[in-house]
């Protein structure tokens, strides 16, 4: 079984940054496309961002794009979320989760990832 273990949330202002880290565990890091998850309070859980693993294509929620970051590090089985210009509509707990899939359909679907970490909380506040 592949584990991930988030890190990094906390609480920060809004307009702040923030980097969350995920470290995998496993032989086949190098060839799991990792996306980042988040699930508010009384909400679905919604697809942020992935990478995949063949060319590392990235892709963002609409929501999301320009403000965060998507980066992966083979060499240390970690995928990492750069956040900056944070809104209070950001908080969440956040999610990383790995898929052997590389197509933009598969990857930005929740219910396609194989495995998932337990999750860190962001809070921005106002």
């Known amino acids: 079984q592949v584990q991930l273990v988030e890190s990094g949330g906390g609480l920060v202002q809004a307009g702040g940054s923030l980097r969350l880290s995920c470290a995998a565990s496993?032989?086949?890091?190098?060839?799991?496309?990792m996306g980042w998850f988040r699930q508010a309070p009384g909400k679905e859980r919604e697809f942020v961002t992935a990478?995949?693993?063949?060319?590392?294509?990235?892709f963002y929620a609409d929501s999301v794009k320009g403000r965060f970051t998507i980066s992966r590090d083979n060499t240390k089985n970690t995928v990492y979320l750069q956040m900056n210009s944070l809104k209070p509509e950001d908080t969440a707990v956040y999610y990383c989760?790995?898929?052997?899939?590389?197509?933009?359909?598969?990857?930005?679907?929740?219910?396609?990832?194989?495995?998932w970490g337990q999750g860190t909380q962001v809070t921005v506040s106002s």
């Open positions: 989760a790995a898929t052997p899939a590389f197509r933009r359909s598969v990857v930005s679907s929740t219910n396609e990832y194989d495995y």
């Open positions: 496993g032989r086949t890091f190098s060839r799991f496309s």
């Open positions: 990478i995949t693993w063949n060319i590392g294509s990235t």
